[in-house]
């Protein structure tokens, strides 16, 4: 029980992290662009345009972070705060600070909210605007002093430090021996947090000098997942063999990673097909010094090949060839030397949910009694459905998956009226008619947006209530 509240607390810490930039993913995208196709090295360099790349990184990106850090933990003025309190350590240091950046923000939206529960509700009426703009400006000011001097030297340390390690890691050639870390990691629902949280403040440092980063494609090669994907089809039994083949689109067309984590979690095994096809992936990159001007996000191929730096096309393609094939063949002779004559993928499905590391809450919509008689109350859909929300820690993944099904389930049924989308739990608004959430993620989002009609499923793939609530709203 504690190694799972450790890992939970793991999880949640690398949720959050993901959450911080994922929003601003768009932002890291442009300024890849314009790294890629303007800087001296670029595609079509342009002297004046290429003068966007340093203020962009410097201080677009940074501030965008801690605003959204902020925003997190208490809206739009935690955020304006913690953007405030970033400016602090942008301008202490000479490096593009996106780790002070996500330590920033949230301390702002923190600081704040405690600051507002304590003396918001002491304010006269008439005052409330004069309290708003002096409070945050004030705690706002004192924040960015206190970055600039104390904690934007710590964070630079830091980050000399972890950009000193990569490198000697590089030089040493022993940077494909990351993967035996990474490719479990992301199985365990941490890739956002490695990815996002470590590999791309430091890649995006080196990209702004060198144009390109290889450590935008370590956590990010889809080449692994999709060799083990290809095995299941050639070589699976059972439900997985037959869901392979559009798993396999997904995750690489498509770039949603978590699409083949169950098939893994089905026999854990196949890690070693994972690492395998990562280590030997990074080696080829390493080897013709490749590397993505950005973040590619989804991970993609398409994300990848767009991202890719002037003249590595040919590298990184063969990288994740490469890392295919290895996968491709470490997951084939541990599939056909398996004696399970069976796989239920709904199972491990289900197992990949419950790893995301959420405490247990009671659901609230559409269920019936289940295997292990575990009962869940039904409640009658409203009439007016105008919008339906998937919801899961980064709005992305698992819940966009299950958007997915339901858009065309709805499709069918006639229904394309109503609008359904992802969303992350925090950004969760009230336009929302229906709220669906692993059940886990129930009370959360009941939290957020309490006027929704809540609908908790066991696993976004494969859920019986999708069929039941069409069936309600064709028949409104």
């Known amino acids: 029980m504690e190694q799972k509240g450790i890992r939970a607390k793991i999880q949640r810490f690398g949720s959050y992290l993901s959450g911080m930039i994922m929003p601003?993913?768009?932002?890291?995208?442009?300024?890849?662009?314009?790294?890629?196709?303007?800087?001296?090295?670029?595609?079509?360099?342009?002297?004046?345009?290429?003068?966007?790349?340093?203020?962009?990184?410097?201080?677009?990106?940074?501030?965008?972070?801690?605003?959204?850090?902020?925003?997190?933990?208490?809206?739009?003025?935690?955020?304006?705060v913690g953007a405030t309190a970033t400016m602090g350590v942008i301008v202490g240091a000479d490096i593009p600070m996106f780790l002070g950046a996500m330590l920033m923000g949230p301390i702002g939206g923190f600081l704040t909210k405690v600051m507002d529960k304590a003396f918001q509700h002491r304010i006269r009426s008439g005052f409330e605007m004069l309290y708003n703009n002096f409070s945050a400006g004030?705690?706002?000011?004192?924040?960015?002093?206190?970055?600039?001097?104390?904690?934007?030297?710590?964070v630079y340390g830091l980050n000399q430090v972890l950009a000193a390690g990569v490198e000697a890691m590089i030089n040493a050639g022993l940077l494909p021996l990351a993967s035996i870390l990474i490719e479990p990691a992301k199985v365990l629902f941490l890739n956002n947090a490695i990815n996002h949280g470590i590999l791309s403040p430091i890649g995006v440092e080196q990209a702004s000098e060198a144009g390109k980063s290889i450590l935008f494609l370590?956590?990010?090669?889809?080449?692994?997942?999709?060799?083990?994907?290809?095995?299941?089809?050639?070589?699976?039994?059972?439900?997985?063999?037959?869901?392979a083949s559009g798993a396999s689109i997904i995750h690489f067309?498509?770039?949603?990673?978590?699409?083949?984590?169950?098939?893994?979690?089905?026999?854990?095994?196949?890690?070693?097909?994972?690492?395998?096809?990562?280590?030997?992936?990074?080696?080829t990159f390493s080897l013709f010094n490749a590397g993505l001007s950005a973040t590619p996000s989804p991970g993609s191929i398409f994300a990848l090949m767009a991202m890719t730096a002037r003249g590595d096309h040919f590298a990184v393609l063969l990288g994740v060839i490469v890392a295919t094939i290895v996968s491709f063949i470490i997951a084939s002779i541990i599939l056909k030397s398996s004696k399970s004559d069976n796989e239920d993928i709904s199972e491990a499905t289900g197992k990949m949910e419950a790893m995301k590391g959420k405490k247990s809450s009671v659901s609230d919509k559409l269920a019936q009694e289940d295997e292990n008689d575990e009962t869940e109350e039904a409640t009658k859909v409203s009439d007016d459905v105008n919008k339906v929300v998937f919801a899961c820690d980064a709005g992305m993944g698992s819940s966009a998956m299950g958007a997915s099904l339901l858009k065309d389930k709805f499709k069918k049924a006639g229904l394309e009226d109503i609008e359904v989308t992802n969303k992350a739990i925090n950004d969760l608004q009230d336009d929302a008619d229906i709220i669906i959430t692993h059940k886990d993620l129930t009370e959360r989002a009941k939290a957020k947006i309490p006027s929704a009609q809540h609908i908790s499923v066991d696993n976004f793939l494969n859920s019986p209530k999708y069929e039941e609530l069409v069936e309600e709203l064709k028949n409104k």
């Open 253 to 283: 067309l498509g770039g949603i990673h978590e699409i083949y984590f169950p098939y893994i979690l089905m026999k854990p095994a196949l890690l070693l097909a994972a690492i395998g096809g990562g280590i030997s992936g990074v080696f």
């Open 24 to 80: 601003n993913i768009a932002a890291f995208i442009a300024w890849g662009l314009i790294t890629a196709l303007f800087i001296p090295t670029g595609w079509i360099p342009n002297e004046s345009l290429a003068s966007l790349v340093d203020p962009m990184i410097i201080y677009l990106l940074p501030l965008l972070i801690g605003f959204t850090g902020g925003k997190m933990i208490h809206d739009i003025r935690g955020g304006v």
């Open 218 to 243: 370590l956590e990010t090669n889809p080449g692994p997942g999709f060799g083990i994907l290809l095995a299941f089809i050639v070589f699976g039994k059972g439900t997985a063999r037959s869901s």
């Open 138 to 154: 004030i705690l706002g000011a004192l924040l960015a002093g206190i970055a600039l001097k104390i904690i934007g030297p710590i």
